[in-house]
T-cell receptor
């Protein structure tokens, strides 16, 4: 069974608009971490934002925020004020077992295209 | 989707010894593989790009002589941590680049290897 689900294989957004990329996860481990990565065409994985399962508040990093709904097991990424440089693949990932957990699972990714 | 495996998944070794980590693409050929390192609550840090049949390209600050990378075949890349020290303890993840239809490419990641150096 998929541990990380990203139901949007591709998304389009107009420049300067906000966009939400969906991510749901499945785990029975009470301690886990959720990550979002951006992967431009260069191939490098760029870390965007992290949310720990025990974190009380939603994580924010500049234009990125994570809408963490623990009961629903969702961790959607919100990008505000989209820029052309935001066009890339975005991966949601989960690490089970806390910081020293071993299982690192990525979702299939969402390709975001920002339109001028 | 394509599968990338790593072995071992977890290793504990003594300081001064060498550890080899294997990364295999199981159902596709990968001319390019990547090795990442990750500390707790931090992003993956790209260590090197491994190209089949040629020398690896290391990122700035990564010691070539300490982290030996060999990509001898289209399905196997190895990372050897030589003379390991406790500060080398980390989570190492490989990924393999593969083409998709339409000229796109993607990377599939291995599950990672947890290294603990005592």
């Amino acid at each position: 069974a998929q541990k990380i689900t990203q139901t949007q294989p591709g998304m389009f957004v107009q420049e300067k608009e906000a966009v939400t990329l969906d991510c749901t996860y499945d785990t029975s481990d009470p301690s886990y971490g959720l990550f979002w990565y951006k992967q431009p065409s260069s191939g490098e994985m760029i870390f965007l934002i992290y949310q720990g399962s025990y974190d009380q508040q939603n994580a924010t990093e500049g234009r990125y925020s994570l809408n963490f709904q623990k009961a629903r097991k969702s961790a959607n990424l919100v990008i505000s004020a989209s820029q052309l440089g935001d066009s890339a693949m975005y991966f949601c990932a989960m690490r089970e077992g806390g910081n020293y957990g071993q299982n690192f699972v990525f979702g299939p990714g969402t390709r975001l295209s920002v339109l001028p | 989707g394509a599968v990338v495996s790593q072995h071992p998944s977890r290793v504990i070794c003594k300081s001064g010894t060498s550890v080899k980590i294997e990364c295999r693409s199981l159902d596709f050929q990968a001319t390019t593989m990547f090795w990442y390192r990750q500390f707790p609550k931090q992003s993956l840090m790209l260590m090197a790009t491994s190209n089949e049949g040629s020398k690896a390209t290391y990122e700035q600050g990564v010691e070539k002589d300490k982290f030996l990378i060999n990509h001898a075949s289209l399905t196997l890349s190895t990372l050897t941590v030589t003379s390991a020290h406790p500060e080398d303890s980390s989570f190492y993840i490989c990924s393999a680049r593969t083409p998709l239809a339409g000229g796109q490419e993607t990377q599939y990641f291995g599950p990672g290897t947890r290294l603990l150096v005592l």
